[in-house]
C-alpha cells in the first residue's frame, strides 16, 4: 500500500515540477532551466546519499550493462520534453499524453522483459486498461 501513496506523490511532484520548469523558461531558456533542474537534483541526492547511505559513490561503475547509466541523459531529455509539452499543450493534457505513454513503453517493457525487466504475460485486462486511457486522452481533447 505504500507504494501506492509513493507513486500518487511522485505523479504529483511530477505535475508541479513540470509547471514551475516550464515557468523558469520562460526568463532563462530550456536548456539553461534544463541544465539548472538536473544540477539541483544532484545536490539534493548528494546530500541524501551523505545523510543516509555514505557507500561508494563510483559503485554505480560497476553497473552491467553500462548503457544502464544513461538515465541522466534520458533525465535531461523527460525534463526537455516536459517542459516543451506542457508550454505547447497546456499540463493537463501534457500530463495526460505523458503517463499514458509511461503506461504504455512500461507495458511493453513488461512483455518483452527489456533491460532486465520480469517478462510478464499478456493480459487482455490490462490492454482494455489502456485502450481506456486512450480514449480518456480522446475523450479530453474532444472540441464539440
Do not use: H
Request: aromatic share 12%; charged share 10%.
Amino acid at each position: 500500500m505504500i507504494g501506492f501513496f509513493i507513486a500518487l506523490i511522485s505523479g504529483a511532484l511530477m505535475s508541479v515540477q513540470g509547471v514551475f520548469n516550464t515557468q523558469v523558461t520562460k526568463v532563462s531558456g530550456i536548456w539553461a532551466a534544463s541544465a539548472f533542474v538536473q544540477f539541483s537534483a544532484l545536490l539534493v541526492c548528494l546530500a541524501a546519499w551523505a545523510a543516509t547511505e555514505r557507500g561508494p559513490l563510483t559503485a554505480v561503475f560497476r553497473v552491467k550493462p553500462w548503457y544502464m547509466l544513461l538515465g541522466g541523459v534520458i533525465g535531461a531529455f523527460i525534463t526537455y520534453t516536459v517542459i516543451k509539452s506542457m508550454d505547447m499543450l497546456g499540463p493537463a493534457t501534457a500530463v495526460l499524453l505523458i503517463v499514458v505513454a509511461q503506461l504504455l513503453v512500461a507495458y511493453v517493457i513488461e512483455l518483452v522483459g527489456l533491460f532486465g525487466a520480469d517478462r510478464q504475460p499478456w493480459e487482455w485486462r490490462k490492454a482494455v486498461g489502456m485502450a481506456v486511457a486512450v480514449i480518456g486522452i480522446i475523450i479530453f481533447r474532444w472540441k464539440s
